[in-house]
């Protein structure tokens, strides 16, 4: 079993949609959590981090479900310009980071 | 604005060529890391360094080594490519404290042929 795993789609969404990817995560030890936009040929960027209580920039909102092991990342509205990987990352602890193998998102006009 | 930039976008090389791939940061960062990324897979640790002259294997470091002569500069070498290491390669840093973000150079897209 991976360390952390996503369902790597395509997601194909028209614009306006709401879209949610889930990350499952194995290690119950996992400290911080983050997603990050990776666009076609580009660097990987951050997004946004990922706290307990949930949180929201924008169109964009993450959960943490520890007790399931898992993240989500909401977006509301979605543009073309969302067009784009999503990588889910877990921090362990120390330098330890494991990215999962990411979720694409296609918005269609 | 923080800026990793690495030596080639992309560059093709002949199975059992020593390669170098180069990575510089401009934010005095401690930690700096190097990836490699392939469809399905993620990015996989190869190396990382938390401060000058220090190392430590990643996930794959099998086939690499890597060179951290000054802060800036986070270099990775195949000692003698094969073609199991065609890929993208990603170097990223960050500071030393905290949950804080890795920032990440461009790639490079290596082919061994």
Known sequence: RKEVEQDPGPFNVPEGATVAFNCTYSNSASQSFFWYRQDCRKEPKLLMSVYS????DGRFTAQLNRASQYISLLIRDSKLSDSATYLCVVRTGGFKTI?????????KA | DVKVTQSSRYLVKRTGEKVFLECVQDMDHENMFWYRQDPGLGLRLIYFSYDVKMKEKGDIPEGYSVSREKKERFSLILESASTNQTSMYLCASKWDRGYNEQFFGPGTRLTVL
């Open chain 1, 99 to 107: 990215f999962g193998a990411g979720t694409r998102l296609f918005v």
């Open chain 1, 53 to 56: 209580s949930g949180n929201e």
